[in-house]
């Protein structure tokens, strides 16, 4: 049974920090990549960032580059994005994936919300 446990929401100001952690389980967590999507009230899943399997090649959209970090520890099965001078345009609900490559997920976590004040 794969599961993906996403927590690290939460309410924040804009320009502040939050991390989120996404934590796998049931799958080779070394063979996966791992990505990070967000879905804004009214408008569609959009990409955020992504990372290969073996951690070496990140992506992320236009939107957030330079503001926020996507990582994942192996001996913890478990992938982080740190975002950091957060805007309210940030605020979304983030769900966290995993795929054989970063072109195509399998399984996705619950998500989390992510509400920045103005």
């Known amino acids: 049974q794969v599961q993906l446990v996403v927590s690290g929401g939460g309410l924040v100001q804009a320009g502040g920090s939050l991390r989120l952690s996404c934590a796998a389980s049931g799958l080779s967590f070394s063979s996966y990549a791992m990505g990070w999507f967000r879905q804004a009230p009214g408008k569609e899943r959009e990409f955020v960032a992504s990372i290969s399997s073996s951690g070496s090649t990140t992506n992320y959209a236009d939107s957030v580059k330079g503001r926020f970090t996507i990582s994942r520890d192996s001996a913890k099965n478990t992938v982080f994005l740190q975002m950091n001078s957060l805007k309210p345009e940030d605020t979304a609900v983030y769900y966290c994936?995993?795929?054989?490559?970063?072109?195509?997920?399998?399984?996705w976590g619950q998500g989390t919300q992510v509400t920045v004040s103005s």
């Open positions: 994936a995993a795929g054989r490559s970063t072109s195509v997920y399998n399984y």
